[in-house]
């Protein structure tokens, strides 16, 4: 369940990085129809170091390790249950123990909770992937919001992510990743008391 997180996450900053093309490619305003810059800045960030340093990525990283954990849980004691209803049918029905009838309302009760498993299982995998995409979402935004604010003084043409060899080669004088977490991490409200003053904030 971490690694489809993790790779979830990656995804999630890769967009970030697809969303500066996309904007390239894009019919230019007047505003953007100007000149080009003479010299060409560019920087970039390590997602590993982002994922694993950045405040924000790891409680989410908790949240959604513990919501799939209590689903996995919940559905394998409900799969346990099922399997021991199952195995007990098939001992009584080998002892004779049901009349025709009774063996078959108890087989098609059993039918139903397999059916009823399978309906929770799919539900389950959808909210979960629900949260995971709430995520990812927050992420980007998190990372693009704080990266058009610092590149108001920094002045970059580009900012690249990058994730394992999708940049064959990077001078780390090019490398921003510390100071871009640095600057999350400053700007970041843990999710306890964000929640805790929006709470006291009501009353």
Known sequence: MNKNINTLALAALAVVAMGSCNKQNQAPTAAENQT??????????????????????????????????NIQNTLAKKQQDLQAAGDNFQQKLRQ??????????????????????QALNQRLSSEFQAETDKYNVALRDSI??????????????????????????????????????????????????????EEARKK
């Not at 560019?42 to 513990?66: G, H, P, R």
């Not at 003084?153 to 580009?158: A, G, H, T």
């Not at 994730?163 to 990743?177: E, R, S, V």
């Open 144 to 197: 693009q919001n704080f990266l058009r604010v610092y590149n108001k003084d920094k002045k970059f043409s580009l900012i690249l992510s990058k994730a394992g060899d999708n940049l064959l080669y990077a001078d780390k004088a090019f490398d921003i990743t510390n100071e871009v977490i640095a600057g999350l991490n400053k700007a970041y409200k843990p999710m306890a008391n964000a929640a805790s003053k």
């Open 96 to 117: 004779n123990a049901y009349t025709q009838d009774q063996a078959q309302a108890i087989q098609a009760g059993l039918q139903r909770q397999a059916q009823d498993l």
């Open 36 to 69: 080009a810059p003479k010299e060409l800045k560019i920087a970039y960030v390590e997602v590993d170091s982002i994922m694993s340093q950045y405040k924000f990525c790891k409680d989410y990283s908790l949240i959604l390790q513990k919501k799939g954990q």
